[in-house]
C-alpha cells in the first residue's frame, strides 16, 4: 500500500525567508500525481501545488514551487517570501490511477514576524 | 467551478444520540465523493467514498454509515454517537479533469 510521510511535525520560518517542507513516498507505481494542500485555522483545506510523475519539471505556483525527486520518491515544498498567511498544517498527498488519495501525516508552519 | 458545501459547521451532541451529516456538489455532475475525519493536529482519516448513487465503500469499521441518496449528495450518519466521534468532519469531491480533490468547509463535532 501507498503511504506518505512527512517527517517534520513543526517547522517555523521568519517572514520573508524561504522555508522548506520534506515529504516521502512509497510506492511501485510509475504514474501518479503528488499535491501539497494547505490547511489554514479556518481548517479549510486548500489546493497549493500539483505534480504530475510523467513531467520532470518541478511545479510552480507563485511563491510556492517544489522539488520532485522521483527516484528518490521525494516531494518537497519551498515557500519563498513567506508571509503571515502562509501560516497553517501543510499536508502532501499522493494518488495513482483509479486509487483514493493517501494524505500524509501533516506538518505545522509557524511564521514569525 | 466546483463546489462543496457542508452543513451544519459545528455540533455538539450527547453521547448515544443520532447524527446526520449532509454534504452537497455544485458544479459538477457525477463526481467521486469522500468523507474524512480529522482530530485536532492529526491528519486526514478516509472514512467512506462513493463513485455514484447507491454506492458506498467503507474504509474504517465504526458505528458511522454513509448514504448516497442523489448524484451531488453525500450523507454521513450515526444511529448513537461515541465521545470517539469527535473530530472535524470534511467531505471531498474529485475534479476528473486534474486528478485533484477539492473540500468542503468540514464540520466540527462535539461528542459529550
Known amino acids: 500500500a501507498q503511504t506518505v510521510t512527512q517527517s517534520q511535525p513543526e517547522m517555523s520560518v521568519q517572514e520573508a525567508e524561504t522555508v522548506t517542507l520534506s515529504c516521502t513516498y512509497d510506492t511501485s507505481e510509475s504514474d501518479y500525481y503528488l499535491f501539497w494542500y494547505k490547511q489554514p485555522p479556518s481548517r479549510q483545506m486548500i489546493l497549493v501545488i500539483r505534480?504530475?510523475?510523467?513531467?520532470?519539471q518541478n511545479a510552480t505556483e507563485n511563491r510556492f514551487s517544489v522539488n520532485f525527486q522521483k527516484a528518490a520518491k521525494s516531494f518537497s515544498l519551498k515557500i519563498s517570501d513567506s508571509q503571515l498567511g502562509d501560516a497553517a498544517m501543510y499536508f502532501c498527498?499522493?494518488?495513482?490511477?483509479?486509487?483514493?488519495?493517501?494524505f500524509g501525516p501533516g506538518t505545522r508552519l509557524s511564521v514569525l514576524p | 467551478s466546483q463546489t462543496i458545501h457542508q452543513w451544519p459547521a459545528t455540533l455538539v451532541q450527547p453521547v448515544g444520540s443520532p447524527l446526520s451529516l449532509e454534504c452537497t456538489v455544485e458544479g459538477t455532475s457525477n463526481p467521486n465523493l469522500y468523507w474524512y475525519r480529522q482530530a485536532a493536529g492529526r491528519g486526514l482519516q478516509l472514512l467512506f467514498y462513493?463513485?455514484?448513487?447507491?454506492?458506498i465503500s467503507s474504509e474504517v469499521p465504526q458505528n458511522l454509515s454513509a448514504s448516497r441518496p442523489q448524484d451531488r449528495q453525500f450523507i454521513l450518519s450515526s444511529k448513537k454517537l461515541l465521545l470517539s466521534d469527535s473530530g472535524f468532519y470534511l467531505c471531498?469531491?474529485?475534479?476528473?479533469?486534474?486528478?485533484?480533490?477539492?473540500f468542503g468547509p468540514g464540520t466540527r463535532l462535539t461528542v459529550l
Open positions: 505534480q504530475e510523475a510523467y513531467k520532470q
Open positions: 471531498a469531491g474529485r475534479r476528473e479533469d486534474r486528478n485533484e480533490q477539492f
Open positions: 462513493s463513485v455514484g448513487i447507491g454506492q
Open positions: 498527498a499522493y494518488m495513482s490511477y483509479g486509487q483514493n488519495f493517501v
